[in-house]
């Protein structure tokens, strides 16, 4: 069009010198007529689209328009620019802009001459956001960009919004028309988006139908015919009536997984490309179109959150693939798979990204904006109540500091983040430790999943799924069970062949018992699911539809569902109102005429469906019969354990405390080694100290061996995945007959329950640390969790082999159980293992062994109930004798600034004692005599770097935390 133009343009110069007359001829060989062209020549003359602009901006416009020339397909000698721009010339785009601004403001102008509404869409600054001003009843407002245009319409009567959309395109169009552009009315271009409701929105949308969709009149001489959409792209973005982010979301996942899928074989499923440089890439490639705008939705529900958030789940899963323990990675959530990775979230990039924009918007937010997100903020689903979620995102994962809460008034949140330069590094530091938080979790989730794996394998149970219901839905005709009956539904469909009822009744698009049109069969089982009574008049006056016919018409409804999704509606979406058609009424159900009538559709047809009946199942209450579903499980209400004399499952033997588990460890122990884990520095009468200086008989030789940073560094490690395959390695190849100690405390102690303590990090409902956590305390956390997770893994791996260990941890302090502390005894694997055979629990002070402090702690034993029996028998059952005020409390910090606490960690020799004997006497119950064991009495040559006897003084404290 522009070759053509230039080309006629370049003729009418040639044979008219005056360049009025040759512009008049070139629009005459386009097709306009003469006054068109007087119109344009005196719009052209009377007005300047540049008023205003400074002699410098004019300057450069000249710059551009002066010795410049372009070549056109077809036309051999170069064409020189003496008016206008150049094709692609960048300034043609604000010189449109100018254009488009003096359009606008002459629509502006005759709506308002029309008195049909009012203007609200001012583009200058809010500046008083805590009253930015009512918005009139009838009002509209535009939002150009370039050529692109979309106005803003709102009016409480139905008539009037109907009247104000005419005069709005008649005002663009009349404006537009006087400056020679014309409108273009095709699908896509200028059509219509609304939302209609209230008294008469039915009636309006059953005639919008019958008028397909276009809204006409005739005004200024010109008939219009407007399109009614349901969808609209603008600037990128899908818009759907109702406020409906479907298409949105579709449109933002098939944007994220486009872009990785074109790297998917060719950079991201290469080994030896790092899991760090596919992140960088994965989130400036494809996250980056998948939170393109998200900031900006509102009315989303919760469901199409969780979608938009696992549209890349597939990417995530490959990403994630080796950091699952051996887990297909689609069996965990998207949170989950991102910890894995060090990957934000979905949803907490849309958080900050929310917060972000918040700070941008009333440092620039227009007042029409403002007015629409201030009237609106008590409605649920609204901007912004999302931006209160945000807010509560924030103070979750940045602590305490910051000085307002997510309930306090939206005022202050305005006035604290206009005031604070530091907002974008808060925000930052935010979703740092919410990626932080997910990695723990994700970390604890993954070694879970392991360690139930493992468990149950070896018990030779299955894991109790969670119910929430006290009942559930048996299926009658297989041994699968179900929490609701929409699932009991949902499995008889897909394996059973059921289907719904109203499916054998629903032939058409038209129900014959109220003789409406619902345009879609969907619709119409829509309508006979929820109006019962036309549902019954059908039922008595046809029979069932036969079983081949309901799978022939749900074929079809699945090409329509396929087809509404691709534009974004749900499968049940009503594009067209429902309406009522001609026809006679079916007779009313148990009269004669129906009766008739059902059997004569019995005579015509004898094949009669019988898929609805296909649902068979029954409602079982929970009780003795749910016991047999799930014979291993922990008792849900057990939040700690305190005590236990051994559990109750054996594991068909592997888990005895004698019998087979002995015979066990006497065929596959070659090496009499026990490791000491978390020892600390080596001291006088420690445990190696006692295992070592043991006297067993027939000469048999057992070695300990004291493991910590403290001592061994890097190889004291224990965090590490090569290191706890390691020892895992030395069990399983019987190098080790037991294993024990205590991991490092600091993180679970209830000292940080005072306030002279360090601040709390862990919670019961946070076990893997609080989301609030500082670099460092997130890094303290982490160790501790996996040093927990090591022993716990060690632990069940002698119970399987048939040796012995222990864990010592603090005892849960029930005297400030309201405050939701976290214990290694109420956690989850802790309280399998408490179910197994040979372990036992003991919970007792440790003054009754001599200590000077009172120190209440727990152990977790494995085949060492001799120690149980000892600790018992001493004090009150384990307990304290001594009186009140009989020990220092180990509260606050004592004169050289260190925390009381840090003595406790050192055991007292007595306790020491008494494991050295429960160690002794299990040796001698499993390998004596010699001749009925093969065991060595050489130490390997691997463990003598674990081998230290460099002792310190006993005031000499060992750190918890070496990072």
């Known amino acids: 069009m522009k070759a053509a133009f230039y080309s006629v343009l370049r003729q009418a110069l040639t044979s008219c010198p005056d360049r009025t007359n040759a512009f008049q001829y070139a629009m005459r060989q386009l097709g306009l007529a003469d006054s068109e062209v007087a119109a344009l020549l005196h719009g052209v003359a009377h007005e300047s689209a540049v008023d205003g602009v400074s002699a410098h901006v004019e300057r450069l416009i000249h710059d551009t328009m002066s010795g410049t020339f372009f070549t056109v397909e077809g036309i051999s000698s170069p064409v020189a620019t003496h008016k206008g721009t150049r094709p692609g010339d960048p300034i043609g785009d604000l010189l449109f802009n100018l254009t488009m601004s003096r359009i606008l403001a002459e629509m502006k102008e005759l709506v308002l001459e029309a008195e049909v509404a009012q203007w609200f869409g ?95 009149w005739t005004q200024y001489g010109v008939k219009f015919a407007l399109r009614i959409v349901q969808t609209y792209r603008h600037l990128g973005t899908w818009l759907q009536a109702g406020g409906c982010l479907a298409k949105e979301i579709q449109t933002r996942a098939h944007g994220a997984k486009a872009s990785w899928g074109s790297l998917a074989k060719s950079f991201f499923s290469k080994p030896y490309v790092s899991t760090t440089a596919k992140i960088k890439v994965f989130r400036s490639l494809a996250l980056s179109r998948h939170m393109y705008n998200v900031h900006t939705w509102s009315s989303i529900k919760p469901a199409e959150l969780d979608r938009w958030t696992n549209s890349v789940r597939q990417p995530l899963c490959s990403l994630a693939r080796g950091a699952t323990k051996g887990f297909p990675p689609r069996l965990f959530d998207v949170a989950t798979l991102g910890g894995l990775v060090g990957l934000e979230t979905p949803q907490d990039r849309l958080h900050a990204a929310r917060l972000r924009y918040f700070s941008r918007l009333i440092q620039q937010c227009p007042v029409a904006l403002w007015q629409l997100i201030w009237h609106t903020r008590d409605i649920a689903g609204t901007w912004t109540a999302l931006l209160i979620e945000s807010f509560q995102w924030f103070c ?63 018990v030779g149970a299955q894991e109790t799924p969670v119910v929430q219901d006290s009942a559930r839905w048996e299926c009658d005709q297989c041994d699968k069970w179900f929490a609701s009956k929409k699932a009991l539904a949902t499995h008889s469909q897909r394996v059973h062949g059921y289907r719904r009822i109203v499916r054998f009744y629903a032939s058409g698009d038209t129900c014959p018992a109220c003789c409406k049109l619902h345009h879609s069969r969907m619709r119409l089982c829509q309508h006979l699911t929820a109006c019962t009574g036309c549902l019954e008049v059908l039922q008595a006056c046809f029979q069932p539809i036969a079983d081949d016919q309901v799978a022939a018409l749900d074929r079809l409804d699945e090409q329509a569902t396929d087809e509404l999704k691709k534009q974004g509606w749900w499968h049940t979406k009503a594009l067209l109102p429902a309406c009522r058609v001609a ?18 559709s019995l005579a015509r047809s004898p094949n009669v469906g019988t898929a609805f009946m296909h649902l068979q ?93 403290c001592l061994q560094k890097e190889a004291g490690d224990l965090t590490s995945d090569a290191s706890l395959a390691f020892w895992k390695d030395q069990v399983l190849s019987g190098r080790i007959f037991g294993a024990g100690g205590g991991p490092p405390c600091e993180t679970f102690t209830s000292a940080r329950m005072h306030g002279e303590g360090p601040r709390a990090v862990r919670s019961a409902t946070d076990l893997t640390g609080l989301p609030c ?106 307990r304290c004798a001594h009186g009140p005020r009989a020990h220092e409390k180990l509260i606050g910090k004592d004169a050289s600034g260190q925390f009381r606490t840090a003595r406790g960690k050192v055991y007292p020799p007595h306790l020491n004692m008494a494991l050295g004997q429960a160690i002794g006497h299990y040796v001698e119950r499993t390998f004596i005599p010699a001749e009925s064991s093969s065991v060595s009495n050489v130490l390997p040559e691997f463990f003598q770097r674990f081998a230290h006897a460099d002792f310190v003084d006993a005031s000499e404290i060992q750190p918890d935390f070496h990072g």
Request: charge should be positive; proline fraction near 5%; glycine fraction near 8%.
């Open 617 to 709: 199942g029954r409602r079982v209450d929970s009780g003795d019969t749910l016991a047999s579903h799930t014979p291993c499980a922990e008792h849900p209400a057990q939040g700690y354990v305190f005590q236990s004399e051994q559990g109750q499952h054996d594991g068909a033997g592997l888990f005895q405390r004698a019998g087979l588990a002995t015979l066990n460890a006497r065929m596959n122990i070659r090496t009499l080694v026990f490791v000491h884990f978390f020892s600390g520095f080596r001291r006088r009468h420690d445990l190696h100290d006692i295992i070592s200086h043991h006297v067993f008989p027939d000469g048999l030789q057992v070695f300990a061996l004291s493991v910590d940073m």
């Open 396 to 458: 979750t994962f940045y602590g305490p500091q910051w000085g307002l809460h997510p309930d306090s008034p939206l005022e202050q949140w305005i006035l604290a983040v206009q005031t604070d330069y530091a907002w974008k590094g808060r925000v930052k530091s935010a979703l740092r430790k919410s990626c932080q938080y997910r990695q723990s979790q994700a970390e604890h989730a993954v070694w879970q999943k392991a360690f139930d794996r493992e468990y149950y394998a070896a």
């Open 773 to 878: 956590l500082t670099a460092r305390e997130w890094r303290l956390v982490l160790i501790g969790t996996r040093l927990v997770q090591f022993i716990l893994d060690i632990l069940f791996l002698l119970a399987k082999t048939g040796g012995c260990g222990f864990c010592e941890h603090p005892q849960y302090p029930v005297w400030c159980a309201s405050k939701c502390p976290c214990s290694l005894w109420s956690m989850k694997a802790t309280k399998m293992l408490k179910q197994l055979q040979c372990v036992s629990i003991v919970s007792f002070d440790q003054c009754v062994l001599h200590a000077p402090i009172v120190k209440p702690a727990t152990l977790l034993l494995v085949r060492l109930w001799d120690f149980r029996a000892t600790v018992l028998a001493k004090g009150r059952c384990g």
């Open 583 to 600: 026809g006679p009424l079916l007779p009313r159900v148990g009269s004669q005429d129906a009766r008739d009538m059902l059997a004569r």
């Open 122 to 216: 001012d583009p200058s600054r809010c500046q008083d956001f805590l009253h930015p001003g009512e918005l009139p009843p009838n009002g509209f407002a535009d939002v150009s960009f370039v050529d692109d245009c979309a106005v803003a319409i709102h009016a409480d009567d139905l008539q009037q919004l109907q009247e104000v959309a005419k005069h709005v395109v008649a005002a663009m169009h009349v404006a537009a028309h006087r400056r020679g552009l014309q409108l273009n009315y095709d699908p896509g271009k200028t059509e219509m988006l609304w939302q209609v409701q209230g008294r008469g929105s039915r009636a309006l949308k059953q005639e919008l139908m019958a008028q397909g969709h276009i809204l006409q």
